[in-house]
């Protein structure tokens, strides 16, 4: 097994693997959510896709190794913790990850040069925290998928 989680995740024999991954994870947990916030998702997430199509998979591919590092001191612990699904040790620690991996896209979103994308990001940046961590025994199962 590779040490870290940028190894594992951006090998090249797992990496367009983990971005198809990923897409289909975004794409599920878009879907599912509903209520005002949820709307808030799906409207941000139609605005990004229709006005720069395949721009979810870009920065899927352009964040991924900001992700993998900000998610590393996790992994790190969750190996020595001796526990055997990653998503449950995500979800306990949920404020903590969701806040490494809001760092990636804030300030992917603070040095981007598309109004409309940053425009949609903004608007639902303040519920975001509560989105990734819903996901996050998925995304757990996602690392465990390519870590063994």
Not at 52 to 76: C, E, I, S
Not at 83 to 88: K, L, R
Not at 104 to 116: E, N
């Amino acid at each position: 097994m590779a040490a870290t989680l940028h190894e594992i995740l951006l090998a090249p024999e797992n990496k367009p693997h983990v971005v198809d991954d990923c897409n289909a994870l975004i794409e599920r947990e878009v879907a599912e959510k509903s209520g005002i916030s949820g709307t808030a998702v799906k409207v941000a997430y139609k605005t990004a896709t229709t006005f720069a199509p395949g721009h979810v998979r870009k920065m899927v591919r352009t964040l991924l190794p900001g992700m993998a590092d900000n998610l590393q001191p996790f992994w790190a612990d969750f190996l020595a913790s001796g526990s055997a699904d990653f998503g449950d040790y995500l979800t306990k620690r949920g404020d903590e990850v969701a806040e490494a991996m809001l760092e990636v896209t804030d300030a992917r979103a603070a040095a981007s040069g598309r109004p409309v994308i940053v425009k949609a990001y903004r608007s639902v940046r303040g519920g975001a925290g509560k989105h990734i961590k819903a996901a996050l025994p998925q995304v757990g199962d996602l690392v465990l998928k390519y870590a063994r």
